[in-house]
């Protein structure tokens, strides 16, 4: 094999359509933009969501509600779901995380008190409701609020 003899696959590299060459080209004359108007002419761009000069869709629309940037979003475990759990077991996030109640490791986590709980267990949240962390403890086990602001 020599370097000037290697070549693509037939039909890997289709040669680039040839605009407005003539009449036999297939896309002479007005080279495929039609007749007229402005996307016929040079530069005729029109913007994302223009309408022709109607009032675009966007701005008819009502704007409500406002979304704040630093907004903390909260993954949600209640006590009821801690009972899966042995006895004398270390819950934190890696843990929940593996047992498939939290979506990540890393968002804070609130312990919330619906359900019952007769197992004893440490358990580390970010953040824990009262009547929640009154059902561990009634439980025999503790809640350390770790990362809490």
Known sequence: MKLNGIQGHAGSRPSRKRLGCGVASGQGKTGGRGHKGQKSRTGGKVMRGFEGGQ????????????????????????????????????????????????????????????????????????HASKAAIAKVEAAGGAVNLAGAE
């Open 55 to 126: 009032m675009p869709l966007i701005r008819r629309l009502p704007k409500r509600g406002f979304t704040p940037r630093n907004k903390v979003f909260f993954q949600l475990v209640n006590v009821e779901q801690l009972g899966a759990f042995e006895a004398d077991v270390v819950i934190d996030a890696s843990v929940l995380f593996d047992a498939g109640l939290i979506r990540n490791a890393v968002d804070p986590i609130k312990l919330l008190a619906s359900g019952d709980l007769a197992v004893k267990l440490d358990v580390r949240v970010t």
